[in-house]
């Protein structure tokens, strides 16, 4: 029902900035909430930011609160991950998710939350 391709990493120095897009097929798009994880190698998948389809609301891990912004526009069907100050440590594999929300204005931080997942997107900061 819902398709998710990530784009928009890459390799940059720490400090600088990058922009992910996640551009969703479906026709009930703006009735989900949209997350971004991310997975470094060697550990588990983590929670990075989350949007609702109701207000929008917005949540952020303590590691990415400040420096990460997400964003949605549902006329284009796509959600963004603005990324700035750039750390070493936000290298991973990052993948944005959807999760079916009946009370739309519900943050969803749990992997097991969300319904459906993008294939990913490398994004390694270099020191």
């Known amino acids: 029902q819902v398709q998710l391709v990530e784009s928009g990493g890459g390799l940059v120095q720490a400090g600088t900035s990058l922009r992910l897009s996640c551009a969703a097929s479906g026709r009930t798009f703006s009735s989900y909430s949209m997350g971004w994880f991310r997975q470094a190698p060697g550990k588990e998948r983590e929670f990075a930011a989350a949007i609702t389809w109701i207000g929008p609301i917005t949540y952020y891990s303590n590691s990415v609160k400040g420096r990460f912004t997400i964003s949605r526009d549902n006329a284009k069907n796509t959600v963004y991950l603005q990324m700035n100050s750039l750390k070493p440590e936000d290298t991973a594999v990052y993948y944005c998710?959807?999760?079916?929300?009946?009370?739309?204005?519900?943050?969803?931080?749990?992997?097991?939350?969300?319904?459906?997942w993008g294939q990913g997107t490398q994004v390694t900061v270099s020191s």
């Open positions: 998710a959807a999760a079916r929300s009946l009370s739309g204005s519900r943050v969803y931080t749990l992997g097991s939350d969300y319904e459906y």
